[in-house]
């Protein structure tokens, strides 16, 4: 008997809510709701995936160090190429030996 009163109702039309909120839904309670199990993947899968992510960021970490190691390598060539100019300015300058500083202007 319950289960037929259970269908009519559910069978019942519903029209336009009081409060003329047309487009809200009709909830269920949460403990209706229907509960499914999770998916659990195989140990194999996780194995996979686990080496797949260290491969991935052994890579990601190789990239960092190339991209460290130029900018190394460029600091190190604009420190060498300044000590050049710097060597190479003092070579150019033109120096006047004084030997006697008594004929220096005052």
Not at 58 to 86: F, G, H, P, T
Not at 95 to 100: A, D, G, L, S
């Amino acid at each position: 008997m319950k289960r037929k009163q259970k269908e009519i109702v559910e069978i019942i039309p519903e029209g336009k809510p009081k409060s003329g909120r047309i487009w809200k839904s009709k909830r269920t309670k949460f403990s209706s709701t229907i509960k499914t199990r999770a998916i659990k993947s195989s140990f194999e899968k996780k194995k996979q995936l686990k080496e797949e992510l260290a491969r991935v960021k052994e890579a990601s970490r190789q990239i960092v160090a190339k991209k460290q190691e130029e900018k190394e390598k460029k600091k190190e060539r604009r420190r060498e190429n300044l000590k050049r100019q710097q060597e190479n300015q003092r070579k150019s300058e033109v120096v006047q030996v004084i030997t006697n500083s008594a004929k220096l202007k005052k």
